[in-house]
């Protein structure tokens, strides 16, 4: 089966950061010699504005509309932050391609310059992710993080509004691509704060019957190395069954030698107050992204036997602070 001569009709959500996204990969699958056309649908997390996304009770709250669009072929692929997908896509569905990846870091943002270093004492910071509060919290008892929802302008609109606020904490990658790195006061090391598993990167989703859509688009953008790195990550999610109703942190690097590529995973499983944290690392060569998956689902077991499913079981369930985004 060959592509049709239509464009490619490229479903996406509609604030400035998917647009941009959308719009790179646009570009590189123009460059390929490919035409496209964006296609913007509204979506659980975005109909939901104001309500915390981990009290929705529901997991694909950035794709499900834009999964079902793809299924019902009212579009032919769609672009995600690789952040939001789930784990488990529903069936029919694949990641066609990875993206080369962003910093995948967090981001400390303050009115002014701010250091991690610099913040004060019972400091307020603002945050979307369990995530971000439980390591916030672990490294920080004293300060009061406060719920934090929107798009990245949004938010930088709260924190400049909000002036007893400290800082607020954003994935470095979005602020880079939105042209707002200035912003930034200090990336995170992930020593500090292990960035979600697979922040930075993009995915392009296709229907796994469309062999000639997913070539095209593998083609024209797929990372290896990126891949490699976001399959362990999201393999360690996966087996924990993580979702953004559990603190879960993963962070892949890879290093090569002249006869092989050794991937590292840092992996980190916390309460949602940040008062207990487990974390382990596990390293291997890898080919292939199974290779890389398989580090994800070793290290993952090693915490699980080390008492993270303790740590899970608690975290499901207690009540849900206010924060939302994975």
Do not use: Y
Not at 32 to 41: M, N
Not at 42 to 55: C, H, I, N, Q, Y
Not at 111 to 134: D, K, V
């Amino acid at each position: 089966m060959r592509l049709s001569s239509s464009p490619l009709r490229i479903g996406t959500r509609g604030s400035a950061l998917a647009l941009w996204q959308t719009e790179r990969v646009r570009s590189l699958l123009a460059s390929a010699g490919h035409q496209t056309e964006r296609v913007e649908i509204k979506t659980t997390g975005e109909l939901a504005a104001d309500v915390p996304l981990s009290r929705i009770g529901a997991r694909a709250l950035f794709t499900k509309q834009i999964d079902d669009a793809l299924l019902e072929r009212r579009i032919d692929l769609a672009v995600h932050s690789l952040k939001d997908l789930p784990t488990q896509l529903p069936a029919g569905l694949a990641i066609g391609a990875v993206s080369q990846r962003e910093d995948p870091s967090d981001a400390l943002v303050g009115r002014g310059a701010i250091q991690w270093n610099e913040i004060p004492q019972g400091a307020l910071i603002g945050t979307s992710s369990l995530r971000r509060r439980a390591q916030l919290l672990h490294h920080r008892p004293d300060l009061r993080v406060v719920d934090l929802r929107g798009n990245v302008d949004t938010r930088l609109a709260k924190l400049d509004a909000h002036t007893e606020w400290a800082a607020i904490v954003l994935a470095t990658a979005g602020l880079v691509r939105l042209g707002l790195d200035r912003r930034i006061g200090e990336r995170l090391p992930p020593e500090l704060m292990v960035p979600a598993p697979g922040q930075g990167a993009l995915a392009v989703t296709v229907r796994t019957e469309d062999l000639p859509i997913a070539e095209a688009v593998r083609t024209a953008m797929h990372d290896v190395a990126s891949a490699l790195r976001v399959s362990a990550e999201r393999a360690f999610l996966c087996r924990l069954e993580g979702g953004c109703q559990v603190p879960i942190a993963a962070f892949a690097t890879l290093s090569t030698g002249e006869s092989r590529t050794v991937l590292e995973l840092h992996g980190r499983v916390m309460s949602p107050e940040g008062s207990t944290m487990l974390e382990g690392r596990q390293s291997a060569p890898v080919l292939t992204d199974a290779d890389a998956a398989a580090v994800g689902m070793q290290l993952a077991e090693q915490l699980l036997a080390d008492g993270a499913a303790a740590i899970l079981a608690g975290a499901r369930s207690q009540a849900v602070p206010s924060v939302s985004e994975p």
